[in-house]
């Protein structure tokens, strides 16, 4: 659901220009259905790593869990150069573009109907429906928690990704300092040679 923002920011995101971890962060919200109705799920994804940095469930579309992931994100002493989210309301809301200035981070929006702008986050979210969500009946809010904190620890800490040369993303995450320091990082976070 777009915002109305005051302001807009263009789409900043290259895929082919993310050459390391904390270059660009990316966010979006999906829904996650219980057995009687839904939850809301939003991520914050580093899309050199594909690692998951942080997520929260909501039963309601407000700003306040997408910032509350934002704090978690930020919590762990790193931030981006870049933040990447689509133009919904909870994004384009006042509160977290503010936030994200009092970091000195730049922003960046998906043009309007542009899903392919946040490919990498998608990708995110088709993985987890088709390989979690969608095999079980989650009875209640508590049991949606519990399966996908269990699922994204093992999407990160163990699930080796193709393309990231067979390591996980919380490997490539962890092994490479932020981009600001060594911008010659390839995909798998080797050095390039020069």
Not at 17 to 34: E, H, K, N
Request: glycine share 6%.
């Amino acid at each position: 659901m777009p915002g109305e923002p005051s302001e807009r920011f263009p789409c900043l995101v290259d895929l082919k220009q993310v050459r390391a971890a904390d270059q660009i962060w990316a966010t979006d919200i999906t829904f996650i259905p219980l057995q009687k109705g839904f939850l809301y799920l939003v991520a914050i994804v580093d899309l050199f790593s594909r690692n998951v940095l942080s997520w929260k469930l909501s039963n309601s579309l407000d700003t306040e869990f997408c910032l509350q992931a934002l704090e978690m994100a930020l919590s762990g002493g790193r931030k981006p150069e870049i933040f990447h989210a689509d133009q919904g309301c909870q994004f384009t809301s006042s509160d977290f573009v503010a936030r994200l200035r009092e970091e000195t981070i730049k922003i960046s929006w998906s043009g309007r109907k542009r899903c392919y702008d946040n490919i990498l986050v998608e990708r995110l979210w088709r993985t987890l429906k088709y390989e979690e969500v969608y095999l079980h009946a989650y009875n209640d809010g508590w049991e949606a928690e519990v399966n996908l904190a269990r699922f994204l620890w093992r999407y990160c800490h163990v699930r080796p990704h193709s393309s990231l040369g067979g390591k996980t993303p919380q490997e490539v995450y962890t092994e490479t300092e932020p981009c600001s320091s060594r911008p010659e990082l390839t995909m798998s976070g080797a050095r390039t040679v020069q």
